[in-house]
C-alpha cells in the first residue's frame, strides 16, 4: 500500500509539473519514474503496471493528446495465460482463476488527416521475476526493466511531444502496450479490438530497449522491406548511426503485430546485454544522450514521411522460419547488432557450458565443433547439431589471438 501511494504522490506530481511546461520532463525523468522500485517491474496485471498506465495516460493528457482507448485512455484485455506456446491467446474469459487484465494506454494526436502513423512500446515487464527472467539467484528480486522497456516508452513521450503541432500529413496514435513479455498480447488484442479505422494506418513504429546506445553507434532498424521507399528513407536521414537493417517484419516485439495486419513497421533496438532479462537493467545504465539522438533520428524519419501518402505495404522471408531447433545451448547472450565474421559474445551466464569452458564476453567464437561460424545463423546451425551430453571444441577471436576451449553441453 505504501508504495502506491508513492507512486500516485508523483502521478500527482508530475500532473502538476507538466501544466506548466511540458518540455521540462526529461527522457529520464519518465525512465526513472517507470523503472522505480516502487512500480515493482510493471508485471501485466499487477498493481504496479497499473501505476505505470496512470503515469503514462497523464503524460498524454499533459501532452495535448486526446484519449483514444475504450474506456478514457485505456484499453483493458482479460485473457488466460497459455499453457501451451503454440496455442492461441484465449481473450474470451470469465470471471474466474487465472485470469489476468492487462491494460494499454492510447493517445491521439488528430491532424484531421487522412492516414495514421502508429507510435508503440510495451511498457510492461517481468515483475519479480515472471517467466522469462534469465536471473539465477535464490531470492525473489525487482526486474525494473529500465532499457526493456521504459527506454521505449519514454522516447516514445519525447516524440509525442516533438511532433505536436508538427508534421500534420498524418494523425498520430501513440500507444504504450501490456502483456509483451507474454507474448505480444496487448498489441495482438489491439489489431483484433482497434480504436481507430485499421485501414487508415499508414505505418507502425515500435521502440523495443533503445537505451544501451553503445560508442559504436550501432542501431538496429528491423522492417525495412515492408514497404519499398523504407529502405532509403531509412538511409537517407542517417548521419548518426551505424545501422544494421533487417528487412522482415516479424521479430519478437509488438511490430509484428501490425505487420501481421499488413501495415508497414519500422523497430528500432540498441541491442541485448547482460542486464537483459535480470534485476540489473536500472536506470543508471541507460545511454540517455543517446536515446535523444535516436528520438531525433525517428523524428526525422516521420518528417520525410510526412507528405508520402499512405505506404504501399509488402510482405517479408520471415527469416524466424529459418532458425533451427536446439536441444543444448551455449549460455551465452550474443551480440545481434555485430556485423563482423563471427559470432560476438556479449554476455556469459554462470554455471553453463560457455563460462565453465572460459569463454568471455567479447570473444568471438569462428568455429564450434567442425562448423565455421561466419555469422548467427550459421552459429545457431552449428549448435542445433549437439545433444545434451556431447563434447566438442570451440574456437574463439579474443583480440588478436585464436582461443581454443572444450564445451561439454
Not at 511546461?21 to 526529461?26: A, H, P, Q, Y
Not at 507474454?182 to 480504436?195: A, C, E, H, R, V
Not at 545457431?380 to 570451440?394: H, P, Q, W, Y
Request: net charge negative; charged share 25%.
Amino acid at each position: 500500500m505504501k508504495n502506491i501511494l508513492f507512486v500516485l504522490f508523483l502521478i500527482v506530481l508530475i500532473g502538476c509539473k507538466t501544466e506548466t511546461k511540458v518540455e521540462s520532463i526529461s527522457i529520464k525523468d519518465d525512465v526513472v519514474f517507470l523503472a522505480s522500485d516502487e512500480l515493482e517491474g510493471r508485471q501485466t496485471g499487477s498493481d504496479g503496471e497499473k501505476a505505470a498506465a496512470n503515469y503514462i495516460a497523464s503524460r498524454f493528457k499533459s501532452l495535448g493528446l486526446t484519449a483514444k482507448g475504450t474506456e478514457d485512455y485505456f484499453q483493458a484485455f482479460s485473457f488466460k495465460p497459455k499453457t501451451d506456446p503454440h496455442q492461441e491467446v484465449n481473450y474470451t474469459v470469465k470471471d474466474g482463476d487465472s485470469t489476468i487484465t492487462g491494460t494499454n494506454v492510447i493517445g491521439f494526436l488528430d491532424n484531421e488527416a487522412e492516414n495514421t502513423i502508429i507510435i508503440g512500446a510495451h511498457y510492461d515487464h517481468l515483475g519479480y521475476g515472471a517467466e522469462g527472467s534469465l536471473f539465477r539467484g535464490e531470492s525473489q528480486e525487482i526486474h525494473n526493466g529500465a532499457d526493456d522497456n521504459a527506454s521505449g516508452v519514454a522516447v516514445l513521450l519525447n516524440l509525442a511531444m516533438k511532433l505536436k503541432e508538427k508534421n500534420t500529413g498524418n494523425n498520430y496514435l501513440f500507444m504504450a502496450f501490456s502483456g509483451e513479455e507474454m507474448g505480444l498480447l496487448g498489441s495482438n488484442y489491439f489489431t483484433k479490438n482497434p480504436t481507430i479505422d485499421l485501414s487508415k494506418a499508414n505505418y507502425m513504429i515500435n521502440m523495443d530497449m533503445v537505451g544501451r546506445l553503445k560508442q559504436d553507434s550501432t542501431l538496429a532498424v528491423y522492417g525495412v522491406g515492408t514497404s519499398p521507399i523504407l529502405k532509403q528513407v531509412v538511409k537517407a536521414n542517417n548521419s548518426k548511426f551505424k545501422v544494421i537493417e533487417n528487412e522482415s517484419g516479424v521479430g519478437p516485439s509488438d511490430h509484428t503485430s501490425f505487420y501481421n495486419s499488413d501495415i508497414p513497421v519500422l523497430h528500432f533496438f540498441t541491442g541485448q546485454h547482460e542486464d537483459y532479462h535480470k534485476p540489473g537493467d536500472d536506470f543508471e545504465k541507460l545511454n540517455y544522450e543517446g536515446m535523444e539522438i535516436i528520438s531525433s533520428y525517428i523524428f526525422d524519419i516521420i518528417s520525410d514521411l510526412d507528405d508520402n501518402g499512405k505506404l504501399a505495404f509488402r510482405k517479408t522471408k520471415n527469416e524466424s522460419e529459418d532458425v533451427p531447433r536446439f536441444k543444448v545451448g551455449l549460455g551465452v547472450i550474443p551480440d545481434y547488432l555485430y556485423d563482423g565474421k563471427g559470432m560476438r559474445i556479449d554476455g556469459v551466464s554462470e554455471d553453463k557450458p560457455a563460462q565453465k569452458a572460459g569463454l568471455q564476453k567479447g570473444d568471438i567464437v569462428v568455429k564450434l565443433g567442425d562448423s565455421l561460424v561466419t555469422d548467427m545463423m550459421s552459429y545457431m546451425r552449428a549448435l542445433s547439431t549437439f545433444d545434451n551430453g556431447d563434447t566438442t571444441k570451440v574456437t574463439v577471436k579474443r583480440g588478436e589471438d585464436e582461443v581454443e576451449a572444450v564445451i561439454e553441453f
